[in-house]
């Protein structure tokens, strides 16, 4: 099993432009979600997906969009980079988002460098 | 808003030294959890405390929820090269993790 993968693995782009981060999973989990992480501030969540249909908003969700593709994908789209979205993004499921503990298993990262 | 705060932010000792490091919030969680994270790698869980007062340990590492279970603190003892690494706790609130800053720990050969 290859857990969460996540494309690409690094990223350059200039103001305005748009991207789309992949991610998938092979653990038949339930539930996934999106975080960013910059120096100091550990990791925010920007969206999550409690189940196949569902999305939610996290703490920082402001310039993204997701999308739960399937229950294996769940992609993260900036429609206008800004610079301040220069981050490393991570993408996590866990097998559900019901009961206490659940591991969150993380992706590699994303590293995305906006100019 | 960061409703876990870590401490220290930096931290670096000899090898065969003991660390504690501390996670404080003035919020009650469901469960915590301490991950450690290498650079380029995304976070891996350690464990998980779930009730208050509880302890764990996981070979030369310790973890402490507080009674009120707003609080926890992990303890290595002896400390290796090998644990060098981001240390992040998350605590669990409406099914949702809310992520401390971390503390860099550096241990040196």
């Known amino acids: 099993n290859a857990g969460v993968t996540q494309t690409p693995k690094f990223q350059v782009l200039k103001t305005g432009q748009s991207m789309t981060l992949q991610c998938a999973q092979d653990?038949?989990?339930?539930?996934m979600y999106w975080y960013r992480q910059d120096p100091g501030m550990g990791l925010r969540l920007i969206y999550y997906?409690?189940?196949?249909?569902?999305?939610d908003k996290g703490e920082v969700p402001n310039g993204y969009n997701v999308s739960r593709l399937n229950k294996r994908e769940f992609s993260l789209r900036l429609e206008s980079a800004a610079p301040s979205q220069t981050s490393v993004y991570f993408c996590?499921?866990?097998?559900?988002?019901?009961?206490?503990?659940?591991?969150?298993?993380f992706g590699p990262g994303t590293r995305l460098l906006v100019l | 808003t960061q409703l876990l705060e870590q401490s220290p932010q930096f931290l670096s000792i000899q090898e065969g030294e003991n660390l504690t490091v501390y996670c404080n919030s003035s919020s009650v969680f469901s469960s915590l959890q301490w991950y450690r994270q290498e650079p380029g790698e995304g976070p891996v869980l350690l464990v998980t405390?779930?009730?208050?007062?509880e302890v764990k340990k996981l070979k030369r590492l310790t973890f402490q929820f507080g009674d009120a279970r707003k609080d926890s603190s992990l303890h290595i003892t002896a400390a290796q090269p090998g644990d060098t690494g981001l240390y992040l706790c998350?605590?669990?609130?409406?099914?949702?993790?809310?992520f401390g800053a971390g503390t860099t720990v550096t241990v040196r050969a």
């Open positions: 998350a605590g669990e609130d409406d099914y949702k993790l809310s």
């Open positions: 996590a499921s866990t097998r559900s988002v019901a009961g206490y503990g659940e591991t969150q298993y």
């Open positions: 997906s409690a189940s196949e249909g569902t999305t």
């Open positions: 653990m038949n989990h339930n539930s």
């Open positions: 405390v779930v009730t208050g007062g």
